[in-house]
């Protein structure tokens, strides 16, 4: 039996999605908010990659469980952890 393709996203759709996440990350400190640091490791230097670049990065491929769409409505950094649920 073929393997069904997952749906294509829409990327416009994706850094919108991702946008609202980050921002509500950042607002409340979550970790993540800063996006990688890159091969560094180190935030703050230029191979940083943002927040929004990096959830859409990963959000972009079909099979992402990132769910920025509910981490843009968290209240806590805590309830993160509900959006995989």
Excluded: F
């Amino acid at each position: 039996m073929p393997v069904k393709p997952y749906p294509a996203k829409d990327i416009d759709q994706v850094v919108g999605d991702c946008t609202d996440a980050c921002a509500r990350m950042q607002e409340l400190k979550c970790d993540g908010w800063q996006g990688s640091p890159g091969q560094d490791e180190q935030h703050g230097t230029e191979d940083d990659v943002t927040c929004i670049e990096t959830c859409a990065l990963i959000e972009i491929n079909p099979d992402a469980l990132l769910r920025p769409d509910c981490i843009a409505k968290i209240q806590t950094c805590e309830d993160m952890d509900r959006c995989y649920d």
